[in-house]
């Protein structure tokens, strides 16, 4: 005999398994209750309805290309739309367009090298100019020494040499008596009158001699003026 909580424990898990097994759905139940089943609800023979479907075949109507409607509602030629004349024609419109532009570059270039060499020159012009101006009055005074007979000796060598030596530097001396009068070149300290030997207004007496680099007037020759008789 079996004292009451004496039961075996496999015993026990078998109860509870009874009592918590759930009854299976029945075939064709719908899954939740009061809603109809889609599937039964469809006649299996019924077809789509294809009676508003609008869709065409798009190689149907070949009057008018997809190029044509893109060009008729404003949109941009792509290089794909374009056939062999439009890309021959476009391909020399940029030939054009480059050798045009390359041209306008080489002349940049060359107005570029034409600039560039100028101011070099007026560089170098100006340097000189600063150098040498100063030394315009030195020769001034080795010009009145040698008019009163100063120079000779080591002074004579050291004035030829000093002379030379501006002479290569670019400073070139002009203005002599009978040169025509040059209001460019020369400055009149004053007019010694009518002279019936001139035909034109001329140099008579060099004060101080005029210097200049390549063009460029460094000091104006300062002398005197005789004029013609029938000035």
């Given at each position: 005999?079996?004292?009451?909580?004496?039961?075996?424990f496999?015993?026990?898990?078998g109860?509870?398994?009874?009592?918590?097994?759930v009854?299976?759905?029945?075939?064709?139940?719908?899954?939740?209750?009061?809603?109809?089943?889609?599937?039964?609800?469809?006649p299996?023979?019924?077809?789509p309805?294809?009676?508003?479907d609008?869709?065409?075949?798009?190689?149907?109507?070949?009057?008018?290309s997809?190029?044509?409607?893109?060009?008729?509602?404003?949109?941009?030629?792509?290089?794909?739309?374009l056939d062999?004349?439009?890309?021959a024609?476009?391909?020399?419109?940029?030939?054009?367009?480059?050798?045009?532009?390359?041209?306008?570059?080489?002349?940049?270039?060359?107005?570029?090298?034409?600039?560039?060499?100028?101011?070099?020159?007026l560089?170098?012009?100006?340097?000189?100019?600063?150098v040498?101006?100063?030394?315009?009055?030195?020769?001034?005074?080795?010009?009145?020494?040698?008019?009163?007979?100063?120079?000779?000796?080591?002074?004579?060598?050291?004035?030829?040499?000093?002379?030379?030596v501006?002479a290569?530097l670019?400073?070139t001396?002009?203005?002599?008596?009978?040169?025509p009068f040059?209001?460019?070149?020369?400055?009149?300290?004053?007019?010694?009158?009518?002279?019936?030997?001139?035909s034109?207004?001329?140099?008579?007496?060099?004060a101080k001699?005029g210097?200049?680099?390549?063009?460029?007037?460094?000091?104006?020759a300062?002398v005197?003026v005789?004029?013609?008789?029938?000035?």
């Amino acid at each position: 005999m079996t004292e009451p909580g004496s039961a075996s424990f496999g015993d026990a898990a078998g109860e509870m398994a009874n009592e918590t097994e759930v009854e299976a759905p029945q075939e064709g139940a719908s899954a939740s209750a009061g809603q109809p089943d889609a599937a039964s609800d469809t006649p299996s023979d019924a077809k789509p309805d294809t009676a508003g479907d609008t869709t065409t075949d798009p190689g149907a109507d070949d009057s008018t290309s997809g190029v044509d409607n893109w060009l008729e509602e404003g949109g941009p030629l792509e290089p794909q739309d374009l056939d062999d004349n439009g890309v021959a024609a476009s391909a020399e419109v940029q030939l054009a367009e480059r050798t045009a532009d390359l041209q306008r570059l080489q002349a940049e270039y060359a107005n570029y090298r034409k600039r560039v060499d100028r101011d070099r020159q007026l560089i170098a012009e100006n340097a000189t100019y600063r150098v040498l101006a100063p030394i315009i009055e030195v020769l001034d005074t080795i010009d009145r020494a040698r008019e009163h007979g100063d120079v000779d000796g080591g002074f004579k060598a050291v004035a030829d040499q000093l002379e030379g030596v501006v002479a290569n530097l670019g400073l070139t001396r002009f203005g002599a008596p009978g040169d025509p009068f040059d209001p460019n070149l020369h400055e009149a300290l004053s007019h010694l009158g009518a002279d019936p030997e001139v035909s034109v207004a001329t140099c008579k007496h060099i004060a101080k001699a005029g210097y200049k680099i390549g063009d460029r007037v460094v000091r104006a020759a300062q002398v005197l003026v005789v004029d013609p008789v029938d000035a």
